[in-house]
């Protein structure tokens, strides 16, 4: 399988987006991929049932932070429920390159921080997305 | 295949890397419809024929449990196993064969040290000294053995260039440390420590040694005698031997004194129900059903290198060594890490702009067969000294060729192309 580093991605890389944190997140995760060292940190802002701020700050390969960066504009205004909901098809398809399976754990590093950090805030039991699948 | 070259007046033994290339069957396959380009032999090395057959051979013709039966089959196992053992300690010059005791691996080995020794001899307050460059494995049960005896931790640091700061390991000596335990050459800067000399300090400040020899062993000329070293651990995988053995060496006199680590059948004497006493070394420390085709596939690799000549071993990994940082700086944007190579072994590891070593190997991977590594490679700490999440490493031993450096730099600059820098 070949991956493409197409120039979107390559751009979401040097340029995220919501790069940053916020002062008082309402929901904050981190988390790290011990097998390349990427690290991801994910802040939310919530406002009745809407996400109403998102930022992240991280470093590491390309494929992990650029599809941070989409995972964070895809966050950006929805409703709790639709965050919840936000899981693997989302960010392959927004990534639009095949993943070969060893650099998934990349791709998928933002949902588990998501995850993970929504579960910790009460928002959603963990363990109901596919996060620990491959 | 081994030639004589005459031209340096005396008969000097050198063989050919590309020749000995066809003793290793993976070496002719292809990945993603290229020639592969293995260039990851210090994660594990790949095997010549004589060590797949030889554990093949073994399985056809001799296996059954050894130290047990008093039948042909179980002696004809018995006696190759501890044929391996002997060659092992040939190999290392160690002075009697059952200072060889086999292990999983250099992890193992290192975990023996610390419960079996470590437990019986740290004691709260005790200093132990380690360095900044330690693979996990030579960092973590070290770490274990101070949480359970309170037993302090030391680190020699390292300059920029990645040599270890011998000034500061001089006064750590001061404090009169129990332990030392270093690696005698860095998985990741390459580094080669001078060994002997830091030996002969520690020993001079009271303390004892434990060599990590995995990335040494297999590459250089070691011998445990001339080293005076007491503990010396190391990995048969990365020696062109199979995964699963390991060997750790220590002075007769240590592992003597020292209780057993794992209990259980092989090791003991006689067992009561309330209590035991232990077998002779080695296989006091050798619990339960041991990996006897590995230990054979060891020797067959101790065969292999021994014909080769650990001298050409080195001076061909000294060679290509040099050829890849002077071919990897030509590439813009790379640096390399660790010392020149004089003072390194055959690994270089190396970041390229502000393309990830994970995208790189992706890269070098997908578009030239290229296998490198990409991480930390065990070595969290020195990465955050190198103050780099990450770096791809590029490592050579017996079957590299200055053509498949070549492939690297090609693949380096078509990363370069991909990444628009």
Redesign the interface.
């Known amino acids: 399988m070949?991956?493409d580093?197409r120039e979107y991605i390559?751009d979401h890389y040097?340029n995220p987006r919501n790069y940053g944190k916020l002062e008082q997140p309402d929901v904050h995760a981190e988390d790290s991929n011990p097998?390349?060292?990427?690290?991801l940190a994910l802040d939310l802002q919530i406002e009745g049932n809407h996400v109403t701020a998102v930022r992240f700050q991280g470093?590491?390969?390309?494929?992990s932070q650029a599809s941070a960066s989409m995972l964070s504009e895809m966050i950006e205004g929805k409703t709790t429920q639709e965050v919840i909901r936000l899981g693997k098809d989302e960010v392959l398809d927004a990534l639009g390159i095949a993943i070969?399976p060893a650099?998934t754990k990349?791709a998928f590093l933002c949902l588990r921080v998501l995850h993970r950090g929504l579960a910790m805030a009460g928002l959603e039991k963990l363990g109901n997305n596919d996060e620990d699948e491959d | 295949m081994v030639t004589y070259n005459k031209s340096a007046g005396t008969e000097q033994k050198v063989y050919s890397a590309a020749a000995i290339r066809h003793d290793f069957p993976i070496l002719s396959r292809q990945v993603?419809g290229k020639p592969l380009v293995f260039l990851d032999s210090a994660v594990s090395s790949q095997k010549p024929l004589a060590v797949i057959e030889a554990m093949n051979v073994y399985y056809r013709t001799t296996h059954t449990n050894v130290h047990r039966g008093v039948y042909e089959l179980s002696e004809e196992a018995t006696a190759a196993m501890e044929k391996a053992r002997v060659k092992v300690a040939r190999f290392i010059n160690a002075r009697q064969s059952k200072q060889v005791i086999f292990t999983r691996n250099t992890t193992e080995g290192i975990n023996l040290v610390a419960y079996s020794w470590g437990n019986a001899n740290i004691h709260q307050g005790d200093l132990i000294v380690l360095t900044e460059m330690e693979h996990h494995s030579n960092l973590v049960p070290w770490q274990l053995l101070a949480q359970r005896t309170s037993a302090r931790l030391e680190f020699v640091p390292i300059t920029d260039d990645g040599l270890l700061r011998l000034d500061v390991y001089e006064q750590l000596l001061q404090q009169q440390p129990k332990l030392v335990a270093f690696t005698h050459v860095s998985n990741v800067l390459g580094t080669i420590n001078p060994a002997k000399q830091m030996i002969a300090q520690a020993h001079a400040a009271g303390a004892i040694v434990l060599l990590d020899g995995a990335q040494s062993v297999p590459h250089l000329p070691v011998d445990v005698q001339d080293l005076d070293v007491d503990f010396l651990c190391f990995s048969g995988h990365k020696m062109l031997g199979p995964t699963g053995i390991g060997v750790l060496y220590g002075r007769r006199d240590l592992l003597e004194a020292m209780p057993p680590f794992l209990g259980g059948g092989s090791m003991i004497r006689k067992v009561e129900l309330r209590q035991s006493t232990w077998d002779d070394l080695p296989w006091k420390f050798e619990a339960g059903t041991p990996a006897i085709a590995e230990s054979i596939g060891e020797g067959a690799a101790v065969d292999y290198l021994t014909d080769l000549g650990m001298e050409n071993v080195r001076r061909h990994e000294q060679e290509i060594t040099r050829y890849a940082i002077e071919q990897l700086r030509s590439v813009p944007g790379l640096t390399i890490y660790g010392p020149d190579a004089e003072h390194r072994s055959g690994v270089t590891a190396f970041t390229l702009g502000?393309?990830?070593?994970?995208?790189l190997s992706?890269?070098l991977d997908?578009e030239m067969g290229v296998a490198v590594r990409?991480?930390?490679h065990c070595t969290?700490p020195l990465?955050q000294r190198l103050n780099v999440?990450?770096t791809a490493r590029a490592s050579f031993y017996v079957y590299t060729i200055p053509e498949e450096i070549d492939v690297l730099v090609k693949g380096l600059h078509k990363a370069l192309q991909?990444?628009?820098l």
């Open positions: 070949s991956m580093y390559l040097r097998l390349c060292g990427d690290q470093r590491g390969c390309a494929i070969s650099r990349c | 993603h502000d393309i990830h070593p994970h995208d992706s890269i997908q990409a991480g930390h969290q990465h999440a990450a991909i990444f628009k």
